[in-house]
């Protein structure tokens, strides 16, 4: 898979689209220094499963962040009659980040009601992408190995869940939805409000263009 054809292919569409305005950009459009791996997984001890792997052999890392001001752009019908911008980010953690991502979240914010056991898995917990504030999905470490299977753990819960995709497919919804804001949350609870006003705006600011 082309990975970098395939960001490049979802900048173009923010770029050409009227109703969308890039904020922030920083993409790091070639691979991972070959030196700089291999002292990360001497130093993390942990292998990579072949599609994250490569995702990070043809990129470094990706900060997207756009905008649709619904103020400015009145041909955007609106959801709600009160909204005002729509947004969207798309945040993939450098190799290293990532390998050390629950570093992070080791806060009473996130765990701070995690039973025992759920406290051992947090430490083989980690991330790929850094874009919402109040669910994180991610994967555990297993025998010193990414799995590929995601599971994800919200603000003030317990502990974690199983996700009901693998990592392969996270990552097409993650292009799909364009990185639009709550879309880690609305993609694992379809049927809440916010998930229809994603999959609405989502229509409405780039499928009807």
Known sequence: MNINQ???SLIKELEKN???K???LSFGNTPTNETLKEIIFEDTNIKLFNFISNIYDQ????RLKWKCNLIEK??????????????GEINILSL??????NKNIKSEYWIGNFEKKELESFENFRYFENGDEFIKIGFFIEEKQLSNEMYFITAG????SKAPFNFKEFFELMLKCKGYLGWQYNILFPNTDNAIEMEYYL??????K
């Open 203 to 208: 229509n409405e600011i780039f499928e009807s």
């Open 59 to 62: 990129i470094s890392s990706l």
């Open 74 to 87: 009145t041909y955007v019908k609106k959801y709600d009659s009160e909204d005002e911008e729509i947004f």
């Open 96 to 101: 290293g980040k990532m390998l050390n991502s």
């Open 18 to 20: 009227d109703s969308v």
């Open 6 to 8: 395939k960001f490049e």
């Open 157 to 160: 819960e317990t502990g974690f």
């Open 22 to 24: 890039i904020e922030n």
